[in-house]
């Protein structure tokens, strides 16, 4: 499996930035995308998630009401649209991938050690 980030860069505030997830490789009829974020000092954080079977979603509360995830058709590339973009969202922007059944207990969307085939991130930066 490899997945590669693209999309990052630096905007203002208030900007908007659509983040891409190239996926190949993925074997498994049902999985997740999960886009996650590392900011310098912090742990790496999940954003947002997206099942393949049946395009549920999954959001951080910080991502909710400005982040969307989504995905095309052939659910090879998974976007994640940002508006209203704030200087906390500055952060190292990675996706992973885990099966989809997993998704179903609890919160396991969050936690990136749950992720594997990290891409090698792309960077966004918001300045005030």
């Known amino acids: 499996v490899q997945l590669v980030e693209s999309g990052g860069g630096l905007v203002q505030a208030g900007e908007s930035l659509t983040l891409s997830c190239a996926a190949s490789g993925i074997t498994f009829a049902d999985f997740a995308i999960g886009w996650f974020r590392q900011a310098p000092g912090k742990a790496r954080e999940g954003v947002a998630c997206i099942r393949s079977s049946d395009d549920s979603t999954y959001y951080a509360d910080s991502a909710k009401g400005r982040f969307t995830i989504s995905s095309d058709n052939a659910k090879t590339t998974v976007f994640l649209h940002m508006k209203n973009l704030k200087p906390e969202d500055t952060a190292d922007y990675f996706c992973?991938?885990?099966?989809?059944?997993?998704?179903?207990?609890?919160?396991?969307?969050?936690?990136?050690?749950?992720?594997?085939?990290w891409g090698p991130g792309t960077q966004v930066s918001v300045s005030s």
């Open positions: 992973g991938v885990t099966p989809g059944w997993f998704l179903k207990y609890g919160d396991n969307w969050r936690y990136p050690q749950f992720f594997e085939s």
